[in-house]
């Protein structure tokens, strides 16, 4: 038995990984798995027996305080324990009298002491007991255990022939024990030998006692027993060596089972070699034989032998069966054999896809570092020209969307090897993809496709920012990419249970069933072809890494080619921090806003996020054209950039307040400039408030909301 929280059992251990295979070598990679589960479970055995081997070779022809001595000397070396005892319980029951210890490398002095609250007490009680760790704990009682610095325990009993306890059998362990049933198997094999010396001292009848141990332990099938006469005739055998030579009961109680008749010819000649070094020694070393099951097949065994009892001529052995061993190894060497070329061709697959990556990287990140600095230097210098100043940051948006490239890239490989980090912090998302679909309205616009969005406000999740932009602009990107001209794009946002489950569904060209499984692997795209350059099948894979490091999960739907796609990302949601403002209210029904703004990316960004909040909006690119649609309707409020090419805003507005019905609608002005004079300029205009670029959506929101419901002013100048 072993305690709770202790070692794994047999069923633990023998549960092996199964190792992912790659895809070139798959079935090669599958019968690998295979072999090397049976390769360590060989390999448990053959530990087992060399261990049972070593201890046995030098104790088995000893007798009384010898053989104590050396079997606790060899238990301790090969069960790695800092101390190995064999204890005999008194007569009243209550102390254990050490017979034999042998500890930190030297035979200590025999001693006893009181059995109560220690774990020996507790093998006593039970067949078996074992803790890998923090045993001093579960025995607080026990201060022979603390003064020794003993962590793991491993115990069996030494029971006489009506079962009574009559000693135990110990490996003490300074460390944590990781194979517990290894060093139970050890001391079980041993415990009715010892168990056996220490009757010899009370009773006469040894002989009869030490058969019953023995078939107590044949009948444990852990390995093949068997007894036999001098002449190689089978007088008894535990189930296990039956099975391992195909005969059954009946045979051997015929007498049927005759090792010369089992032998091939080699074997047979080396039998009385054998018989001779049992008789002189007492015990034989382990030795490999092949043997003629009863079928006529054949199987490959290890065994030893020791003496049982010379005047009756009886020799007991033990037999591991090494057929399978065998047999794994002939199929390993073929399987290995199979499996070279296809290993040699995926590691140069992967060999020229690092040189692909390095080369990428490195060709464009050198252009990439001058061009970003030349525009950061014209910025500084340039005119405050609004139209330069666009023009240097389109420049410097696209650079940009090739640095992401380009860490696409670097973030591939990271994530292929496990080293792709995240810092994460509270993050409003709905917030977040709110700001992200304003940036790719643009994309959107020049490749003919409507883009919109639904985002649910108040939705946090601990996550990078940086790295959820990179998972939503990588899901916008790819629904643009695959979209024909006239299609949509739509992202959503809303809460499922504790989940923040984010979409991105196109109209697009689809994706073939067969293709959904893999669509998340590196350089994997679908064959239907995109509307625009595909770029290089990174990106998705990516998404899946930064997602699952942030705890979540992404997937993907598809009815098929012509049909759209859908994408999914699920992140655990968490509670907003403590003294975060509110979301923006969403507008009241009916009022409209105009958006006057020349630049297209500011333009499309600033209608998509008031969209977002429920407003209807307008947008016109040119003073010139808002006169004229306002000539035609009437909006709620008017957000006018100063700096408009033909007449600027100041002009723009003069000439909206002559229009019917224009006189008192409430106007913003947004400009780049915020100075005292800028302020006071705008203000004596007639503009009801000041926003300066760039500037927070959401403050504008509220701000716009104000105006509309409560009639506050504009307030202070928004930046």
Known sequence: MIAPGGAMNASQRSAWPTRETRESGERAGDLQARIDQLLEWQAWQQRLFDAI???????????????????????????????????????????????????????????????????????????????????????????????????????????????????????????????VEFAESVLLFFAPRVALEIQQARSEDVLRRRDEALHRLMDSNVVGFVVADLEGRILDANDAYLDMVGFNRKDLISGRIHWPEMAPPGEVAEQPTTVQRLLAQGSGKAWEVEWVRKDGTRVHVVMGGALMDASRGRVVAFVLDQTER???????????????????????????????????????????????????????????????????????????????????LLDLARAARGTLNIERKPLDLSRLLVQLLGTMHEDARRSGLHLEGTFEPGLWVSADATRMSQVALNLLSNAIKFTPTGGRVTARLQRQGDSACFSVEDTGVGIEPELLPRLFAPFVQSSAGASRPAGMGIGLSIVRSLVELHGGTARVESEGQGRGARFIVELPTIAPPPNVEAPAPLAPAGPRILVIEDNDDAREMVATCLGMRGYSVATCATGEAALDW???????????????????????????????????????????????????????????????????????????HNLLVDGRPAGAPLA
């Open 630 to 704: 306002l000539g035609r309707e009437r909006p709620g409020v008017l957000l006018v950039d100063i700096g408009l090419p033909g007449i600027d805003g100041y002009q723009f507005l003069r000439g909206a307040r002559l229009l019917a019905g224009c006189a008192s609608i409430p106007a913003l002005a947004v400009t780049a400039l915020g100075g005292p004079d800028d302020l006071k300029r705008t203000h004596e205009a007639g503009f009801a408030g000041h926003v300066v670029k760039p500037f927070d959506v959401d403050e504008l929101a509220q701000r716009i």
């Open 53 to 179: 081997r070593m201890v046995n070779d030098e104790s088995s022809s000893q007798r009384g305080a010898a053989f104590f001595d050396t079997l606790t000397a060899r238990l301790a070396t090969v069960l790695g324990a800092d101390v190995a005892f064999v204890g005999q319980l008194s007569v009243d029951g209550t102390n254990m009298e050490i017979v034999s210890v042998f500890g930190d490398g030297k035979r200590a002095e025999p001693f006893s002491y009181c059995l109560a609250g220690t774990p020996c007490a507790q093998v006593i009680a039970n067949r078996v007991y074992a803790h890998s760790k923090d045993v001093v704990r579960l025995f607080p009682e026990d201060t022979l255990l603390a003064e020794m610095g003993i962590h793991a325990y491993v115990g069996v009993p030494l029971r006489d022939a009506d079962g009574k306890s009559i000693g135990i059998l110990v490996g003490l362990f300074r460390r944590d024990l990781d194979d």
């Open 326 to 408: 065998h047999r794994v190894e002939r199929e390993r060497q073929e399987a290995l054999a199979r499996e070279h070329a296809a290993l040699a061709e995926a590691q140069e697959a992967n060999r020229a896809k690092d040189r692909f990556l390095a080369v990428v990287s490195h060709e464009l990140r050198n252009p990439l570092s001058p061009i970003t600095m030349a525009v950061q230097m014209l910025k500084a210098s340039a005119p405050a020209d609004d139209r330069v100043q666009n023009a240097l940051r389109i420049i410097e948006r696209n650079t940009r969307h090739v640095a992401r490239l380009v860490d696409d």
